[in-house]
């Protein structure tokens, strides 16, 4: 019955370990996004006009600075809803941009 009982707990402990693994595997956006950094101050400023100006309007919804593609990402939403992301260099020129394909 003892060794019954610890084996029991065993498992437990061991299913309950595995539950956080299993929630980051499936989340679509856990590879990087704990590490991202926003943009801040007047370069949120001048990141935001080059992509809204570029993009002939829409709302900023979301920026980053050195994400994998540019130097600086900013994501915006258009009146569509549609979300494009604008990568901008150093001198915030626009260097691409992209719909945004992450799943929420």
Known sequence: MKRAKVL??????????AVPAIAQAGSPASDDDATEV????????????????HLGGGKVTGTEVRDE?????V??????????DVQLD??????????DRSED
């Open 38 to 53: 926003a943009i801040a101050g007047t370069d949120l400023d001048r990141a935001s006009a080059a992509a809204i100006d």
């Open 75 to 84: 994501e915006v939403t258009l009146e569509s809803g549609e979300q494009v």
């Open 69 to 73: 593609e540019s130097y600086y990402e």
């Open 8 to 17: 029991m707990i065993g498992a437990a402990i061991a299913a309950a370990g």
């Open 90 to 99: 150093q001198s915030f020129k626009v260097v691409g941009t992209g719909e």
